[in-house]
């Protein structure tokens, strides 16, 4: 059974510094493991998906790494924004079954 | 092409009362995923749906709960005899064939009272 967990919790940087989001997954025959961006009380906003065949992916100021041996993803943000404040949530997507299983998220917030 | 739509974005029903949640799916997507996020939790997939097939509910809880995806309309989730431990927020999600990436919609929060 695939397990997603993500670190930390919360995050709190000040405009304009580069940050790191992480994420970890159990199930190691992950299909694509996708990154969310949620603001308080909508929905969710798919930033980046990643294949089990790639390493990375890119748009714009986001980086996002998949290293499927040790169960990790990671979210780069660069130059960060107020506007990026938001909670940050993984999925990882494993077999046939085509369920994605979410991490708890990261809420990040990002002063001005 | 719109995205994927859920309505009602609101709703509040009484202890007791059935809940009656729906999707559209993007236009061209043949699949659907509902997920539950309940206060203060994560996101967890309660049911995978394609055109008038239930392909995994594994997620579902065994009583009160339903859903389908017709073959004309929206997929309906179905809560009857609602309790306050159903209160939360219920994602739609859909996907086309052939490929795995899910597109989400904004979601129904549902308050029992």
């Known amino acids: 059974k695939q397990e997603v967990t993500q670190i930390p919790a919360a995050l709190s940087v000040p405009e304009g510094e580069n940050l790191v989001l992480n994420c970890s997954f159990t199930?190691?025959?992950?299909?694509?493991l996708q990154w969310f961006r949620q603001d308080p009380g909508k929905g969710l906003t798919s930033l980046l998906l990643i294949q089990s065949s790639q390493r990375e992916q890119t748009s714009g100021r986001l980086n996002a790494s998949l290293d499927k041996s040790s169960g990790r993803s990671t979210l780069y943000i660069a130059a960060s924004q107020p506007g990026d404040s938001a909670t940050y949530l993984c999925a990882g997507l494993s077999g046939s079954a085509r369920q994605l299983t979410f991490g708890s998220g990261t809420q990040l917030t990002v002063l001005p | 092409n719109a995205g994927v739509m859920q309505n009602p974005r609101h709703l509040v029903r009484r202890r007791g009362q059935e809940a009656r949640l729906r999707c559209s799916p993007m236009?061209?997507?043949?699949?659907v995923y509902w997920y539950r996020q309940l206060p203060e939790e994560g996101l967890k997939f309660m049911v995978y749906l394609q055109k008038e097939n239930i392909i995994d509910e594994s997620g579902m809880p065994k009583e009160r709960f339903s859903a389908e995806f017709p073959k004309e309309g929206p997929s309906i989730l179905r809560i009857q005899q609602v309790v306050r431990g159903d209160s939360a927020a219920y994602f739609c999600a859909s996907s086309p064939p052939g490929n795995h990436e899910q597109y989400f919609g904004p979601g129904t929060r549902l308050t029992v009272t």
């Open positions: 236009k061209g997507h043949s699949h």
């Open positions: 199930d190691s025959a992950i299909y694509n």
